[in-house]
């Protein structure tokens, strides 16, 4: 797990690139306020983007799925729509998105 849900930012590595998000914890519990902090599916998404790169870049000797090498965002036009604090968008970039 990244988060542990208490602290005030998030620290990460992806695609050897370490990132830092800070959160505002504060106002998570608000009506409306969902660009506080860094939502759980923004972890799982850029972590299935790095397993997809890997794969598409033949790096992991798992067995290749054919729907995660579609899924690659190297090269590609990428557009985060929101998932938080823009995990999802900073992993694609650092993976060769063209976020």
Known sequence: RFDDHNSDYLDCQVAGRSIRIAQNRARQGE?????????DAAVVLARY???????????????????????????RKCLELGAGCGLAGLAAAALGGLV
Do not use: K, M, P, Y
């Open 31 to 39: 009506l409306g306020v969902t660009g506080c902090c860094v939502w």
């Open 49 to 75: 983007l790095e397993w997809a790169e890997e794969l598409r870049s033949g790096s992991n000797s798992e067995v290749q799925g054919v729907q995660a090498v579609q899924d690659a965002v190297h090269g």
